[in-house]
Nanobody, 120 residues
Framework: QVQLVESGGGLVQAGGSLSLSCAAS????????MGWFRQAPGTEREFIAR????????YYADSVKGRFTISRDNAKNTVFLQMNSLKPEDTAVYYC?????????????WGRGTQVTVSS
């Protein structure tokens, strides 16, 4: 059974940085990409960034472009999200997810999330 576990969340002041990690366990599995999402209270889950597992191609939401960087370590089965210049509106629970197919929009496995709180 594939499990994704996020870590690295916490409280930071506006303008600060945090680095999130997402480790996959439960065996090897073929995936097209890994992504990061976030959800603030009372809002829908929002896509943030995606990286293809082979090739490392990245894609970002406009809201984080230039401030957040997604990367991966294939050998460690881990994906990262470096968040810089954080704003109070970045406060949310951050989730990582694995996308098995390149041919639909579905993410197949999800972590439980890690809280990021940005104070003003």
């Amino acid at each position: 059974q594939v499990q994704l576990v996020e870590s690295g969340g916490g409280l930071v002041q506006a303008g600060g940085s945090l680095s999130l990690s997402c480790a996959a366990s439960g065996g090897t599995f073929s995936r097209y990409a890994m992504g990061w999402f976030r959800q603030a209270p009372g809002t829908e889950r929002e896509f943030i960034a995606r990286i293809t597992w082979i090739g490392g191609n990245t894609y970002y939401a406009d809201s984080v472009k230039g401030r957040f960087t997604i990367s991966r370590d294939n050998a460690k089965n881990t994906v990262f999200l470096q968040m810089n210049s954080l704003k109070p509106e970045d406060t949310a629970v951050y989730y990582c997810a694995a996308k098995l197919s390149a041919y639909d929009s579905r993410y197949d496995y999800w972590g439980r999330g890690t809280q990021v709180t940005v104070s003003s």
